[in-house]
């Protein structure tokens, strides 16, 4: 409701009114942040979460986090140095819980972090995935360290009412790792920054079984046929062309997992769309131009180019009614679906995705999208008509 009270009284508010407003909205997201954390904080305290493994590659997660906290720096000049090659070893491991842990972190660096930079790298040691995030912020006293990782903790009274928060992210955070088996730690010079390090297991497959251990989704989606929906796989080494049938929904799918993609167009093969699939925001933007499209079903978490950053360009080609674009992600908390719309999304659907839920988000949006074209042409056809008549 303050969200609504400024967007629709912005210009007659005092500037005091609007400030206090502000207030009012920061203060109702922080408590909505607490509320996540009190909550994983007593299901990790209750009992140990089950975890849902599965094999993947982090340098994705890295990109799509980072890009979500470029939105959250609150003109802070701070810069990212994501520092993950693509070719790093993939993890075995709970993904949502990873980008939790990501997260955190990496919020917990910009956060105390006035300007300079926030740094990102991975190493193989000891047959783990090491993770290291540092940052040039103000440090952590050797007495903080000690406490650091508990629950409720924060590095001072002062500096936890300024940023809100129960202290909680560092030790959801260590939990979620120690769960995993690896471990986290601290290192920090105050007045210098500080640097937090994670491990995680390395997958010890080859890429052929990491491929059949990720087929097995495919089972589990709901509606399996072998449908009318055609799929193009563009990329690098392949390249089919489907035949278009008229009034036939074009839909692009964006995804860095050629799995994700399979799963994707089994969900949708009971549908009729013409569909085709691409593995990065770069080969989508090429393909863009190269026909009209109905919708854009894209990844959030992908290296070199995120959603969010794929979606930013598109709307800088097509406005939000032009070409629809649908998130798939694998965060649902309520500042990282915003960062979605505010990159300028139509809609989301949070991962593991729901085929009954995908299906309806795709074939409502393009319906819309398809109507919005049927009347720009029926008004087009008027104006000879029109002219005429003069």
């Known amino acids: 409701m303050s969200k609504a009270v400024l967007e629709r009284e912005d210009r007659v508010l005092s500037d005091k009114s609007v400030k206090d407003l502000e207030t009012v909205l920061s203060v109702g997201r922080r408590m909505s942040l607490m ?12 009992n140990n979460p089950k975890l849902n493994l599965k094999t993947f ?10 890009d979500m906290l470029y939105v959250m720096r609150a003109g802070k000049q701070i810069q990212f140095i994501h520092q993950i090659p693509e070719n790093f070893p993939k993890k075995v491991a709970d993904e949502n819980r990873v980008i939790q842990i990501v997260f955190n972190l990496l919020h917990n660096a910009v956060k105390y972090t006035n300007e300079g930079e926030v740094t990102i790298v991975g190493h193989v040691k000891n047959g783990m995935a090491e993770i290291v995030i540092s940052d040039t912020g103000i440090g952590i006293d050797e007495d903080t360290i000690q406490r650091i990782f508990k629950p409720y903790e924060q590095g001072t009274l002062s500096k936890a009412m300024i940023e809100g928060g129960f202290g909680l992210g560092l030790s959801i955070s260590k939990r979620l790792v120690e769960l995993h088996g690896g471990t986290l730690q601290v290192h920090s010079v105050v007045g210098e920054g500080s640097e937090f390090t994670f491990t995680l297991p390395i997958s010890d497959l080859p890429e052929e079984e990491n491929a059949t251990e990720h087929e097995a989704l495919l089972s589990n989606v709901k509606g399996e046929s072998t449908g009318t929906a055609s799929a193009i796989l563009f990329d690098d080494r392949i390249e089919n062309h489907s035949i278009i049938e008229a009034n036939r929904p074009s839909v692009l799918v964006v995804d860095d997992d050629p799995v994700n993609l399979r799963v994707i167009e089994t969900i949708l093969s009971i549908e009729k769309y013409d569909l085709v699939t691409v593995t990065s925001g770069s080969k989508a933007l090429e393909i863009l131009m190269s026909r009209e499209w109905d919708l854009v079903i894209s990844d959030v978490m992908m290296p070199n180019m995120s959603g969010y950053e794929l979606v930013r360009a598109i709307r800088q080609q097509f406005s939000i009614t032009e070409l629809p674009v649908l998130l798939l992600t ?10 979605g ?44 008509l029109l002219q005429n008549s003069y």
Do not use: H
């Open 35 to 46: 509320l996540n954390d009190l909550l994983d904080v007593m299901s990790l305290k209750e």
């Open 57 to 66: 590659s982090i340098q994705p997660i890295v990109s799509g986090v980072l």
């Open 330 to 339: 694998a965060r649902s908390r309520s500042q990282d679906i915003e960062n």
């Open 341 to 384: 719309f505010l990159s300028g999304a139509n809609d989301y659907v949070t991962k593991p995705v729901d085929a009954l839920e995908l299906r309806s988000r795709v074939k409502a949006l393009t319906d819309v999208r398809q109507s919005a074209q049927e009347r720009l042409r029926m008004e087009a056809a008027r104006f000879p």
